[in-house]
């Protein structure tokens, strides 16, 4: 039996009769989907995970999944289903907490566990509002779903997750919410990823990213993504989750209509493929900016526009082109700036040192609303040698390459 690693599951737990009905309630999802394997959790849609929460991605070839397909790695076939290709694990002891904004009245989430692991809901002063045992379900091909419920007038304030090191893994947390008299905005990003060179003939894929990275949830969206249809056949569109749907589709345009996005980086990811006409002509750009329409409950009428992607016909494979920052030294700083981001993506910054060293974080920032990133660190105690900075884009995956030398002094 392989008892170790990855993924999640359905069957109902109940703490108590539920006081959604009682009142106007919002039901947020998190699917874990479109995160870099390993990357930590922190805060991910509206909600704070503890230290050791991290994304994982079956697609990495690092998990025991998904069944049926063979593992040879954990002895023969996968032993944990999987439903789409991300989920939430704990690195460590095994044992992790989430934790809630004020109001949550009912969380659940699907489980996939090779030994028994633990559900337990706190309230603010610490007590017990119900636990929940899974029982070992691998091998089963199916997710077992576990939820609890707060007592009437009460709230959850924190959910501990226990269970034996790398056994278990989660995925589809779902938690309900009570409206709060405090309303904060919503930050919405739309950003399109996609390779820099269509080729006549072939299929192009385009994903769509939607995040919402402010304190409040996002309500809806429409989004408005034109395309050359001169040039371009549109063939289908993946939404990514079932609150996300093709609204309309004219000569030239799609649109999209979204349901709500939770608090503190939720997002979606909306694939779209078209096929490159056999007679588009070489050279010619394709690349067009999609536009974003959204309610939170602040504004009725919130507006983006997404990155314009420097898309182009050509006769060579797709690739993504490396881009160059623009640098500025002086004896105590570096300046870098760039541009052709989404407004308000996610950008990583880092530098390679000289010999193949580790390469070392600068910051992550948000791109700004025309798309820019500037910023400035301190290079006065680097070593004499030759470096390289990266600039990259979480969403719309733009890589910035560029090179500076610090002289011996």
């Known amino acids: 039996m392989h008892r170790y690693l990855a993924i999640f599951f359905t069957i109902w737990f109940f703490l108590s009769p539920s006081s959604v009905a009682a009142q106007p309630t919002q039901t947020f999802t998190l699917n874990f989907e479109g995160f870099t394997d390993n990357q930590t959790i922190g805060e991910y849609g509206g909600l704070s995970f503890s230290p050791g929460w991290r994304f994982g991605d079956v697609r990495s070839g ?26 939430a694990r704990v690195s460590g ?46 091998f089963t091909g199916q997710l077992d779903q576990v939820v609890l419920t707060a007592p009437t007038g009460r709230a959850i304030a924190t959910v501990e997750v226990s269970g034996l090191r790398d056994t278990w893994l989660i995925d589809d947390i779902q938690y309900t919410l009570l409206p709060v008299q405090r309303a904060r905005p919503a930050r919405v990003v739309l950003a399109q990823r996609v390779d820099d060179v269509a080729q006549p003939g072939t299929v192009l894929t385009l994903d769509l990213v939607l995040e919402n990275y402010g304190r409040g949830p996002m309500r809806e969206a429409t ?14 569109a993946n939404p990514g989750r079932a609150d996300v749907w093709v609204s309309e589709v004219k000569p030239g345009l799609i649109t999209i209509r979204t349901g ?42 919130g507006r983006g526009q997404s990155n314009l992607p420097r898309l182009t016909v050509g006769s060579q494979p797709a690739l993504v082109t490396w881009r160059i920052p623009g640098l500025t030294l002086d004896a ?22 000289p010999g193949g060293a580790p390469p070392v974080t600068v910051t992550t920032a948000r791109a700004d609303g025309d798309g820019r990133v500037r910023g400035t660190f301190a290079i006065r105690d680097l070593p004499a040698g030759d470096y390289t900075l990266v600039l990259y884009s979480h969403h719309s995956q733009q890589t910035f390459v560029g090179d500076f030398t610090i002289r011996s002094q």
Do not use: H
Request: glycine letters at 10%; charged letters at 15%; hydrophobic letters at 45%.
């Open 332 to 353: 105590q700083t570096l300046t870098y700036t760039a541009e052709g981001f989404a407004p308000g993506e996610p950008v990583g910054i880092w530098y390679n040192p």
């Open 62 to 87: 690092r998990y025991n999944a998904p069944f049926p397909n063979d593992c040879p790695a954990f002895g023969g076939v996968c032993a944990f289903a999987l439903n789409g290709n991300g989920f």
């Open 93 to 138: 002891d095994g044992k992790g907490w989430i934790f809630f904004p004020g109001g949550v009245i009912a969380f659940s989430s699907m489980v996939a566990t090779s030994e028994p692991l633990t559900f337990t809901a706190f309230a603010t002063d610490g007590s017990v509002l119900g636990s929940v045992v899974v029982n070992a379900n691998t």
């Open 223 to 236: 989004i408005e993504l034109p395309f050359d249809d001169a040039a371009l056949i549109l063939l289908d």
């Open 260 to 301: 709500p996005l939770a608090a503190v980086r939720d997002l979606v990811t909306i694939t779209i493929r078209f096929r490159v006409r056999d007679d588009a002509p070489l050279g010619f750009a394709i690349g067009r900016m999609a536009r974003l329409w959204y309610r939170d409950d602040l504004t009725e009428f």
